[in-house]
């Protein structure tokens, strides 16, 4: 169903306070691949850790921004995967040769860390989650079951056209006990979400869940969207240091900077390089070339 791609739809089953979503991401996912040219091994983790964060990014109530981060693996180095307060996401990873096929191999070393930003002031809150499961889904559900004390399921899936995701969470004032939970759990269990998410939301839901009382929210968009600028991409030069910058563009007239996250190139003319060494290295700026 095409209305349905790109979307996130929440909803709520009306007598148990657990909430669900659902994402299908398709163009979003296309775009989000075409900054680099990733492996099948990749392909699957980042569009699970998409899902993922998409799913997660939604609980932000105000301005603000989700970010899942692996890194430090020896197979996968980087993966990073951003959603903001308006369902805007990016994401991209790093990665070695000949690549193990399962999850635990790919991400042997590294550290998960999940950072939430919020508010005008950008307050951070990062948790470090262990990679001790056998998939990303399982890791997330321990680290909710254990630190966050919310309990969650977690079902995604991704290949080379789509990226898809389940969530069903109790809410904070659920009270624990009851066979609400165990009984929606149980449903999902074992569920093939990725064939699942070509079915539309209330198809999908009254199969799965055919006695629930169910109330399905509106879909809400989700979008690729890349916040690069010149004046990062600036910022980031100055880090390197005026004696740097000068030898950048001491045998080229401009430097071209390509963002990772959305292949966007930016040029800096070389006088541009110079007047920023310049500043750097406090001098009047005016620069003889
Ligand atoms: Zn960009």
Redesign the pocket.
């Known amino acids: 169903m095409a209305d349905d791609n790109d979307t996130l739809r929440r909803f709520l089953f009306e007598k148990e306070e657990i909430r669900g979503s659902i994402v299908r991401l398709d163009s979003v996912w296309q775009e989000l691949r075409t900054a680099e040219d990733y492996p099948a091994e990749v392909v699957a983790l980042l569009g699970e850790s998409l899902a993922a964060t998409t799913l997660l990014g939604r609980n932000l109530k105000f301005h603000g921004r989700m970010t899942l981060q692996v890194q430090g693996g020896a197979h996968v180095r980087l993966l990073v995967l951003q959603c903001d307060n308006q369902l805007r996401v990016?994401g991209l990873a790093h990665f070695g040769d000949d690549l193990p096929h399962t999850f635990t191999e790919l991400v042997d070393g590294g550290a998960l860390c999940i950072t939430v930003e919020s508010g005008k002031d950008h307050d951070r809150y990062q948790s470090i989650v262990p990679l001790s499961e056998i998939d990303l889904a399982a890791c997330l559900e321990l680290y909710y079951r254990q630190s966050v004390q919310l309990p969650t399921v977690f079902l995604l899936a991704a290949d080379e056209e789509r990226a898809a995701g389940l969530m069903l969470q109790a809410l904070p004032e659920r009270v624990s006990g009851g066979g609400g939970w165990q009984r929606l759990t149980s449903a999902i269990q074992g569920l093939d979400v990725m064939r699942m998410s070509r079915l539309g939301d209330e198809t999908l839901l009254s199969a799965v869940f055919p006695e629930e009382d169910i109330r399905l929210f509106d879909a809400d968009p989700v979008e690729f969207h890349?916040?690069?600028s010149m004046e990062r991409i600036e910022n980031m030069l100055r880090m390197l240091g005026p004696h740097e910058l000068v030898d950048l563009v001491s045998e080229q007239n401009t430097v071209e900077v390509r963002?990772?996250?959305?292949?966007?190139a930016y040029e800096v003319g070389s006088e541009r390089v110079f007047a920023m060494a310049a500043e750097l290295s406090g001098s009047s700026g005016k620069q003889v070339h």
């Open positions: 990016r890349c916040d690069c963002c990772e996250f959305c292949n966007q």
